[in-house]
């Protein structure tokens, strides 16, 4: 085996184990995850519906929680990652702005907010925040890394931060999280698709 083969293989096992260490929630984690999903049921018993944004990877992780939600546990959830949408907000607001357009246009007082932003430092989420204020929102929840009293955190009402500076590693550990949300409202780990 070659010292690179060597390397490749330590540096996956460091990653994982690493992975592995951060993604089991403490307590008090455990705690604030099955308060969102209180305020998730709640917010949908009161006709609310709950908005979800991210940036690169995590607008990804945003469109599929979002997705599963609405159709798995028949939560009314919605994302905006559609292009025409952002370009148009961007182009016609700026880009820091966009967030706060779409939850000026299309958010409600009662409903949630969850913004994902592995940095906690992203503009246009924390403008989000702050128009979702204005619109009086029931909750803002908020998913970060990084440095835990980051400026997305700090606007936050339930927060779920990860201890590590590795992007994928906290976008792995959000999407887990957010999907055990998902799972937590219908009960169980596996059921069919439809």
Known sequence: MSFRIKQQINFLREYFFDTSKKIMPSTDQI????????????AHKNGK??????NGGSASIASHFSVDLTKNAKL??????????????????????????????????GDILIVISTSGMS???????????????????????????????????????????AYNIVENIHQTWLLSIVDLIIGKKEYPPN
Not at 49 to 54: D, H, R, T
Not at 80 to 109: H, P, Q, R
Not at 124 to 147: L, M, W
């Open 49 to 54: 519906k709950i908005m979800v944004f991210g």
């Open 123 to 165: 503009k246009n989420i924390i403008n989000g925040i702050y128009a979702a204020r204005k619109k009086k929102f029931k909750s803002i929840i908020t998913f970060t890394g990084h440095n835990k009293k980051n400026s997305v955190s700090r606007l936050g009402d339930i927060n779920m931060w990860v201890d590590s500076k």
């Open 76 to 109: 009314r959830s919605v994302n905006y990652n559609e292009a025409n949408l952002i370009t148009c907000f961007s182009n016609d607001y700026g880009y820091e702005k966009w967030v706060e357009m779409a939850i000026k246009f299309y958010g409600d007082k």
């Open 31 to 42: 705690r604030k995850i099955i308060k969102i999903k209180n305020n998730l049921i709640m």
